[in-house]
Structure formats: structure tokens, C-alpha cells
């Protein structure tokens, strides 16, 4: 018989305590594993392998289906994002509007390329696939928040943000 090792935690004892109520909040405990990996990725700002190894452990899931979560959904990320997650969606009606033209725009007003952090660790961005906004085309979300038509003027604007 082997005995596994505790895993030494990313997480503070509070966040442990916030892990632990999302297995007690839904009827079945795993009911609850997208929550738990939402407030990872608002925490860290990022899922790692030893966040997600620590998440299987407190949902008693095996790693690879809480990694599989963490990797499916692009509301969770494997870099450390920006304070300010800026997503433009570049799905074809985004496309057809001018997502790309508005992409040369974040990198240059932001200062930093595609999934990548400013020093500051204020801002990142990144193309999504469709927003669900088609009529704000080229889609500009900031912190999973629609914000709605990505300009010239909208992502200037950006640089205003706290």
C-alpha cells in the first residue's frame, strides 16, 4: 500500500476555506468545480498544474478532468493575465468588422503582444472566439464584461482603468 504525500498548497488557508464550501454548495460536490476554478483564475490570475493538482485534491477528482475543465473553458488561463483582461472577439462578424486592425491597436496602445502582461501587471489581452455581441462588432470585453465595440477611442480609453 502507498501512502500519496499531502501536496504543499498554492492557497492561502482562506482560500482553502472558499475551495472547500464550492464542494459543499451543490448536491453533488463536483457540482461546483467550474466556481472553485473561477475563483483560482480571479486569485492567481492564472490555473497552473499545481492549482489544478490542488483542486482535484480538495474535489477528490483526478487531476486530469480538473485540468481538462481549466484548459476547455477561456474564461480560465494557463498565463498570468493582467488585472485588466481585455478579450476581443475575432469570430467572423468581429472579423468582418475590423478585429484585426483593432488587435495592432491593443498591442501598440497597451505595449505588449497577445498573451502577455504589462510589467505593471495592470492589462493583458487576447482574441476570443465569439462573444455573443455581433451587433458591437469587433466585440471588446474587459474582465468578462462587455464593454462593447472595440475603437480606436474604446481601447485608448482603456489605459484610464485602476
Given at each position: 500500500?502507498?501512502?500519496?504525500?499531502?501536496?504543499?498548497?498554492?492557497?492561502?488557508?482562506?482560500?482553502?476555506?472558499?475551495?472547500?464550501?464550492?464542494?459543499?454548495?451543490?448536491?453533488?460536490?463536483?457540482?461546483?468545480?467550474?466556481?472553485?476554478?473561477?475563483?483560482?483564475?480571479?486569485?492567481?490570475?492564472?490555473?497552473?498544474?499545481?492549482?489544478?493538482?490542488?483542486?482535484?485534491?480538495?474535489?477528490?477528482?483526478?487531476?486530469?478532468?480538473?485540468?481538462?475543465?481549466?484548459?476547455f473553458?477561456?474564461?480560465?488561463?494557463?498565463?498570468?493575465?493582467?488585472?485588466?483582461?481585455?478579450?476581443?472577439?475575432?469570430?467572423?462578424?468581429?472579423?468582418?468588422a475590423?478585429?484585426?486592425?483593432?488587435?495592432?491597436?491593443?498591442?501598440?496602445?497597451?505595449?505588449?503582444?497577445?498573451?502577455t502582461?504589462t510589467?505593471?501587471?495592470k492589462?493583458?489581452?487576447e482574441?476570443?472566439?465569439?462573444?455573443?455581441?455581433?451587433e458591437?462588432?469587433?466585440?471588446?470585453?474587459?474582465?468578462?464584461?462587455?464593454?462593447?465595440?472595440?475603437?480606436?477611442?474604446?481601447?485608448?480609453?482603456?489605459?484610464?482603468?485602476?
Amino acid at each position: 500500500m502507498s501512502v500519496k504525500a499531502p501536496t504543499k498548497s498554492p492557497f492561502t488557508p482562506e482560500q482553502e476555506t472558499t475551495l472547500a464550501g464550492w464542494t459543499k454548495r451543490y448536491p453533488h460536490s463536483n457540482l461546483g468545480l467550474v466556481e472553485a476554478l473561477r475563483s483560482v483564475q480571479g486569485w492567481h490570475r492564472q490555473i497552473t498544474p499545481e492549482a489544478a493538482a490542488r483542486v482535484a485534491e480538495v474535489f477528490d477528482l483526478p487531476f486530469n478532468r480538473v485540468w481538462g475543465v481549466a484548459t476547455f473553458f477561456p474564461t480560465f488561463t494557463q498565463w498570468k493575465t493582467g488585472r485588466h483582461r481585455v478579450g476581443l472577439c475575432h469570430g467572423l462578424s468581429c472579423w468582418l468588422a475590423g478585429s484585426t486592425k483593432m488587435e495592432s491597436c491593443l498591442e501598440k496602445t497597451l505595449g505588449v503582444a497577445e498573451k502577455t502582461t504589462t510589467a505593471d501587471g495592470k492589462f493583458s489581452w487576447e482574441t476570443m472566439e465569439c462573444l455573443g455581441a455581433c451587433e458591437q462588432a469587433p466585440a471588446l470585453q474587459v474582465n468578462d464584461r462587455l464593454v462593447g465595440a472595440a475603437t480606436e477611442a474604446s481601447v485608448v480609453k482603456l489605459k484610464d482603468l485602476k
